[in-house]
Structure formats: structure tokens, C-alpha cells
Nanobody, 126 residues
Framework: QVQLVESGGGSVQAGGSLNLSCTASGYADSNYCLGWFRQAPGKEREGVAAIYTGGGSEIYADSVKGRFSISHDNARMIYLQMNSLKPEDTAMYYC????????????????????WGQGTQVTVSS
């Protein structure tokens, strides 16, 4: 049974940094797309960053390029380093895992992941 558990969220002032972690377990060794999504109140879930364990470049939403960085440790720990945080980054952040390559739909990270964590809250004050 796949389990994803996020940690590292919190409250910071604008311009600050947070490093989110996701502990992943319960799936076989293979190649996966590892992603981070976020959802603010009243808004749709948004793909923030994704990385394919089989190689290739990371994918970022335009809103976070140059500020956020996704990485992983053997697909069992997934990280999202967030720098220069803005109030509009305030949201619940979720990690997600899906078998195979990352997929883009109409220029954004596809939300069709098979496994999701419960989320960790990030609040950025101005």
C-alpha cells in the first residue's frame, strides 16, 4: 500500500524559505513521476513541480520557476525547496506519485496521479 506523508509546512513571512519533505513508501522499484501540487481556498489544485525518476529535466509551474526546486532521494523522499516565498504561495501542498513519465496537459502538470499525500499547510504573510 502506497503511503505519502508530507512535512515541513508552516508560517513564514514573504521572502522567506521553507523546505517541504514527503516520505514515500509501499511501491516497487520502478520509474515514477514525483510531483508537488498545491491548492488554495476557492482555487483549483495546481501542479507546482514534477520530476521523473527515469531522468530528464524537472518541470515547474511558471509561477514558481526560479524560486522552487524539486528533488528526491531514490524516490523514497521527495523534497520541495521553496525560496522567496510570496503571499500568493499560501496553500495546502500535496506530494503525489504516479508510475511512468510525467505528463503535461495543455502546458500544465497533469493532475492525474495515482497516489497522494494528505497535505501540509504553507502560509506566507506579507
Amino acid at each position: 500500500q502506497v503511503q505519502l506523508v508530507e512535512s515541513g509546512g508552516g508560517s513564514v513571512q514573504a521572502g522567506g524559505s521553507l523546505n517541504l519533505s514527503c516520505t514515500a513508501s509501499g511501491y516497487a522499484d520502478s520509474n515514477y513521476c514525483l510531483g508537488w501540487f498545491r491548492q488554495a481556498p476557492g482555487k483549483e489544485r495546481e501542479g507546482v513541480a514534477a520530476i521523473y525518476t527515469g531522468g530528464g529535466s524537472e518541470i515547474y509551474a511558471d509561477s514558481v520557476k526560479g524560486r522552487f526546486s524539486i528533488s528526491h532521494d531514490n524516490a523514497r523522499m521527495i523534497y520541495l525547496q521553496m525560496n522567496s516565498l510570496k503571499p500568493e504561495d499560501t496553500a495546502m501542498y500535496y506530494c503525489a506519485v504516479d508510475r511512468g513519465a510525467c505528463v503535461m496537459l495543455r502546458g500544465v502538470i497533469s493532475p492525474y496521479f495515482g497516489h497522494w499525500g494528505q497535505g501540509t499547510q504553507v502560509t506566507v504573510s506579507s
